[in-house]
């Protein structure tokens, strides 16, 4: 079945650069916001019988940018969809390399939505036969499908780039107990028995605020903090400060999806990090890792 890439108005460049590995056909999408708020898609056929009887391999992230937030991203990435099945495609695989809200994966207190599920259920709903992701923050969240679901792990991708650093006794830091399972994966990048410190972390569920405590071995070593989602940089700042007092050598702040809202650059920079580190799930200054390796072995499968 022949396979057409369909890119998304927030995944251009990381779109793009897979199309560009994968040599396959593609179709851009052109995109506006009417002046009552109303989104707008069309993806850009001369011919909509180009799309009967093929394989169509939608990415779209679903971070917030300067040009549109997440829940414009959804909307357009369901309107690609259901489109799609309109003009007769006989399979839409979906990619979402950051999948918004699935912090929303948990009920904290009574009347609560769990969000991330119902994101799920919606791509489905609109017509997505297969769907992948890259390092959810939850794998259960994957759960809400009946169809298949995928999560692509980035962390050899990602420890390629870190190793090009010339590491010094490197430490892996996990910044909370929730994480340590992939810092521990993580870490075998680095050799056999490169040691993960996990931090224990504390949030308050009305305010957010976080309090992290550790004991840390890191006395002139090179410390990677890593993490799913840097969004505020309140956790990785509070990380790397720890890190900083207890004598580490260098510090870098390593991220699959690179939000960095409001001061969050200058707030973990600041704390001591010497480095920012990050994908292109989300486009930004510090995506210095492409994942367009990992997207291409999964469509070409």
Not at 141 to 154: A, E, M, Q, R
Not at 193 to 213: A, C, L, Q, W
Not at 281 to 289: M, R, Y
């Amino acid at each position: 079945m022949e396979k057409i890439i369909v890119i998304g108005p927030a995944s251009q460049l990381l779109g793009m650069r897979t199309v560009i590995k994968t040599k396959l056909d593609f179709v851009q999408t052109e995109y506006k916001k009417f002046p009552d708020g109303e989104c707008y898609i069309r993806i850009q056929l001369d011919d909509e019988s180009i799309v009967e009887g093929k394989e169509m391999i939608i990415i779209q992230t679903l971070g917030a940018s300067n040009h549109a937030d997440q829940n414009q991203r959804i909307i357009e990435l369901l309107m690609i969809i259901s489109s799609l099945h309109r003009m007769g495609a006989k399979k839409v695989r979906v990619i979402v390399p950051y999948l918004a809200y699935a912090r929303q994966d948990k009920v904290f207190r009574p009347g609560e939505t769990l969000t991330a599920n119902l994101i799920c259920e919606m791509i489905e709903k609109a017509g997505a036969d297969e769907f992948f992701t890259i390092d959810i923050h939850a794998e259960k969240i994957l759960d809400s499908f009946t169809i298949p679901s995928h999560n692509l792990n980035p962390m050899s991708l990602l420890a390629d780039y870190v190793t090009t650093l010339n590491l010094k006794d490197p430490v892996v830091i996990s910044p909370d107990k929730g994480a340590s399972k992939r810092s521990k994966s993580f870490a075998h990048f680095f050799g056999e028995n490169v040691p993960v410190e996990v931090f224990s972390k504390e949030r308050d569920v009305v305010t957010g605020d976080i309090k992290m405590t550790a004991s840390l071995d890191v006395d002139k070593k090179d410390v990677i903090i890593a993490d799913d989602i840097i969004s505020t940089g309140g956790t990785m700042a509070s990380a790397i400060t720890i890190a900083k007092k207890s004598g580490a050598r260098k510090i870098y702040a390593v991220g699959t999806h690179l939000l960095l809202i409001q001061d969050a650059i200058a707030k973990i920079l600041h704390a001591g990090a010497d480095k920012i580190i990050g994908t292109d799930t989300i486009n930004n200054p510090f995506a210095q890792v492409s994942m367009a390796d990992l997207l291409t072995d999964t469509i070409l499968k």
